[in-house]
């Protein structure tokens, strides 16, 4: 969306096709910290892109704050956005040196108003020794992305929701064709679904799909300070504060929204116990915590070597471009996208280009790389492996469960009146074998993190054909 708004500003005429909803997918699932202190830490940054791309990040990323709040002014959006500072802290058994390194590495990329402090400022919970990174920022997201929207259509673009696109061609014009199909003509296409629909390979075998899961927990208002919190755990967790609106009343709660607890997509069906993980952090820390009022997950897409995919789409594409690989700043990775696609798409010069080509290969992850590909090699052992179940009569109402039929897995969803709806259990990306997701009723890819809903329709890509049909029951034992 900010690269479809930035292009309208730039007088582009621009077209908006989303599958549902605006915000309705991963971006509706954000926690919306919008920061310059990255996940991957800058001494890492630093060792895989050396000190010139770690600057580039650092620069990138505070100015994508600075953009951020300059159209939230200009455009008068009332999204809740607030300058607040960020703390990373210790976890584990890290010691302090860890973020001693940090904040050399953050200094030596250009954020020199780092520091070191003796602990985040909440006088109910020693943090320990943090890293302060001030006037960092946070919003609503999705009052974010409906004032974006209304720009847009404001300056001429158009914006299509609950339409699906099938197909995605090069060329002079660029063609992509929806579902019911409609056809749209275009200069340039840009590819901006959180992992992308349009490549069959190349960006996938650089990039995993994760599931992280986030709690929204009642505090009084005004019980924890504004600000955003990080710890160096593997996975970290992140918290935040929502305030409470005031037209809600005074006795209205504050929503402490904390996250964490990651694992590969598709790879694990646990979410009752990350999510009482996570409660049981937030209880041991946090006094005040009354009932929890949200819980839910989101899709993060980890690049191998720390920083985003923005840019022309690898191969012989010459208008088709891609903003993918965010990680967890996916707000600030929008906004770069939104800066630096429209200088490629309006063939001006970037000094971000390199930084985010996703042709772009570094040798010094080869490593990492290799465990990510092994990983998803590994997966296609379950063509070979039996059902989860026997029989669609073990599987309860309300639940799914992959099937053996002969040489064929079935996924099998059992509707919470007993009728069973089934489909291929192939994911129709590169073909692994779909799982079952309890907590979000869906089907997952363990391999690239395609979602599918339980009658088979897509949630997430890479995949963008449904799962299958299947012609016949499967046998029964």
């Not at 600075?66 to 210790?90: A, K, Q, T």
């Not at 019980?223 to 710890?231: F, I």
């Amino acid at each position: 969306m900010m690269t479809a708004y930035m292009l309208t500003r730039a007088g582009r005429t621009v077209v908006v096709v989303d599958d549902g909803d605006i915000g309705s997918g991963e971006t509706g699932c954000t926690t919306a910290h919008i920061t310059a202190a990255l996940d991957d830490h800058y001494t890492e940054i630093e060792k895989v892109h050396g000190a010139g791309g770690a600057r580039q990040a650092a620069e990138s990323h505070t100015a994508a704050i600075d953009r951020i709040e300059s159209i939230v002014g200009m455009e008068d959006i009332d999204c809740d956005f607030e300058r607040v500072d960020g703390y990373l802290f210790l976890a584990g058994n890290d010691k302090k040196s860890v973020l001693e390194s940090e904040r050399k590495a953050a200094y030596a990329a250009g954020l020199i108003d780092v520091e070191m402090v003796e602990r985040a400022p909440i006088d109910f919970w020693d943090t320990g020794p943090a890293l302060r990174f001030p006037r960092q920022a946070q919003f609503h997201a999705l009052k974010f992305l409906a004032g974006l929207a209304r720009a847009i259509v404001r300056d001429g673009g158009e914006i299509y929701c609950g339409t699906r696109v099938t197909r995605i061609e090069d060329g002079e014009p660029a063609k992509v064709t929806t579902s019911d199909g409609h056809v749209i003509s275009a200069d340039s296409v840009v590819v901006a679904t959180n992992t992308p629909v349009n490549d069959w390979i190349i960006i996938h075998t650089k990039q995993a799909a994760y599931r992280t899961y986030v709690i929204g927990v009642e505090v009084p208002r005004g019980s924890v300070p504004a600000g955003l919190y990080w710890d160096t755990l593997d996975a970290y967790h992140y918290v935040r504060i929502h305030r409470a609106d005031h037209a809600a009343g005074p006795d209205a709660n504050d929503i402490l929204i904390v996250g964490g607890e990651d694992h590969k997509t598709g790879q694990k069906d646990d979410a009752p116990e990350r999510f009482r993980r996570l409660e049981e952090w937030v209880s041991k820390r946090f006094p005040m915590a009354a009932r929890v009022a949200y819980r839910w997950s989101g899709q993060i897409i980890e690049p191998v070597d720390h920083l985003g995919f923005i840019g022309k789409n690898p191969g012989t594409d010459q208008n088709i471009y891609v903003a993918t690989g965010d990680s967890g700043n996916g707000i600030t990775h929008g906004a770069i996208a939104g800066v630096l696609l429209t200088d490629l798409i309006m063939k001006r010069k970037n000094p971000w280009t390199k930084l985010y080509d996703p042709s772009r290969v570094t040798l010094r992850t080869a490593p990492a790389f290799a465990k990510e590909n092994a990983n998803v090699m590994a997966q296609y052992v379950d063509w070979l492996t039996g059902g989860d179940v026997d029989t669609v009569e073990s599987i309860e109402p309300g639940s799914g469960a992959v099937l053996r039929s002969g040489g064929k897995k079935i996924a099998v969803y059992r509707d919470d009146v007993g009728e069973v709806h089934m489909c291929s259990a192939v994911c129709t990306h590169l073909y692994c074998i779909v799982d079952w997701n309890s907590s979000e009723k869906s089907w997952d890819c363990p391999c690239h993190g395609s979602r599918f809903d339980p009658y088979g329709k897509v949630l997430n890509g890479p995949a963008i054909a449904p799962l299958g049909p299947v012609a016949r029951e499967p046998a029964k034992d």
